[in-house]
């Protein structure tokens, strides 16, 4: 796959989780009767309007990257209908719905992932690797082979697998796959003395794995989603009580999170998971990791973020007294230069010390 091909779509899919987050705020906004002034695709300047929808102008913006919302009044609370107008509650449900749609399409491209994949079969080897020369090669097994039996004779597990292999060194025997739904039966013998690095037949496996209903596959979704999460909020803790390395709990930025963008491309096409399945298990893997993340990291009590304007209603809900809004504008604007900082440093490491994949 070509890098331009690569850094297109890179540049789609990303900008399409940072417009389903901004799709959250709007669609919450109108259920709840914020007034929304602009729903902009792409950042601006502005390209054109396209057209208008109950108040809202519906730009194309010149920076073909995401989008954005602009809500009426949203840092001036005498503006009627506007978003600082608004009760807490609405507020509150306005800003956690950008990181609910980025959840959302996190757990439904998990969904679609599991599906596809499905679920490890214990008694199925899917092979990954054969050596040239080998026995395997000679059959010949192929890459992306399933092996369902030995001699005729099934396997409850990959090591029974193997000790059936290790019983018939230097005899031949047969080998059952199934290859792309057909079944074939080759025949080879193990070597006795294989190459160093090698086994006695030349392949490399993995349990293969088989479809899962819709309604597992959301299970095995929400478990993802539910890891991940705990993951993060746990990271801090596992770094101090050195559960995990400084360069495991390192950020990325765009250009990090496009190395492994890449490398997932790079797996699409040469591994033999991926060829089992039409779908680009591996990309489809770091966008449902990557949606996620993005929920999660505007949910951080950061002013600037949205959950630092959620820290900001707490008063609101405790006390019934509102922050000044001169006070708290003049904090995101703080915070907003320190987050670009922040971003600008962690893309200069990505490009200095670029992420390993392992």
């Given at each position: 796959m070509t890098t331009l091909w690569t850094v297109l779509q890179f540049v789609i899919v990303f900008g399409l989780l940072v417009f389903f987050h901004e799709m959250g705020h709007f669609l919450t906004s109108k259920a709840l009767g914020i007034e929304i002034e602009e729903f902009g695709f792409g950042y601006p300047p502005r390209l054109v309007k396209l057209f208008s929808w109950k108040g809202t102008d519906v730009t194309l913006n010149w920076i073909p990257f995401g989008g954005f919302v602009r809500p009426k009044g949203e840092g001036?609370?005498?503006?009627?209908?506007?978003?600082?107008?608004?009760?807490?509650?609405?507020?509150?449900?306005?800003?956690v719905s950008g990181a609910g749609m980025n959840f959302l399409i996190g757990i439904l491209v998990l969904?679609?992932?599991?599906?596809?994949?499905?679920?490890?079969?214990?008694?199925?080897?899917?092979?990954?690797?054969?050596?040239?020369?080998?026995?395997?090669a000679n059959a010949p097994l192929q890459v992306g082979d399933v092996v369902t039996a030995i001699n005729g004779r099934s396997f409850a597990d990959l090591t029974q697998m193997n000790k059936l292999i290790?019983?018939?060194?230097?005899?031949?025997?047969?080998?059952?796959?199934?290859?792309?739904?057909e079944r074939l039966d080759l025949e080879l013998t193990p070597r006795l003395n294989p190459p160093e690095g090698e086994g006695s037949v030349g392949i490399w496996y993995?349990?293969?794995?088989?479809?899962?209903p819709f309604i597992k596959a959301l299970g095995s979704?929400?478990?993802?989603?539910?890891?991940?999460?705990?993951?993060?909020?746990?990271?801090p803790y596992n770094l101090i009580a050195g559960k995990i390395s400084g360069d495991e709990a390192r950020l990325v930025g765009i250009k990090g999170i496009f190395d492994i963008?890449?490398?997932?491309?790079?797996?699409?096409?040469?591994?033999?998971?991926?060829?089992a399945t039409p779908l680009p298990v591996f990309r489809l893997s770091v966008i449902s990791t990557v949606s996620i993340a993005l929920?999660?990291?505007?949910?951080?009590?950061?002013?600037?973020?949205?959950?630092?304007q959620i820290l900001f209603l707490l008063p609101e809900f405790l006390f019934k007294k509102r922050i000044p809004?001169?006070?708290?504008?003049?904090?995101?604007?703080?915070?907003?230069?320190?987050?670009?900082?922040?971003?600008?440093?962690?893309?200069?490491?990505?490009?200095?010390?670029?992420?390993?994949?392992?």
């Open positions: 001036d609370e005498t503006v009627e209908g506007g978003m600082a107008a608004a009760p807490a509650w609405k507020r509150f449900l306005v800003l969904v679609l992932m599991f599906s596809a994949i499905g679920s490890p079969v214990q008694n199925q080897a899917l092979i990954t690797e054969i050596s040239p020369n080998s026995p395997a290790q019983e018939n060194i230097g005899v031949p025997l047969t080998i059952s796959v199934l290859r792309r739904g993995t349990n293969a794995y088989a479809p899962l979704a929400f478990q993802a989603f539910g890891n991940q999460a705990k993951q993060t909020i746990l990271l963008f890449s490398n997932a491309s790079e797996l699409d096409q040469s591994s033999a998971v991926a060829a929920g999660l990291t505007n949910l951080l009590p950061i002013p600037a973020l949205d959950g630092g809004q001169k006070v708290a504008n003049a904090i995101n604007s703080v915070f907003f230069i320190l987050l670009i900082a922040l971003m600008f440093f962690i893309t200069v490491q990505d490009f200095l010390h670029p992420i390993i994949q392992p």
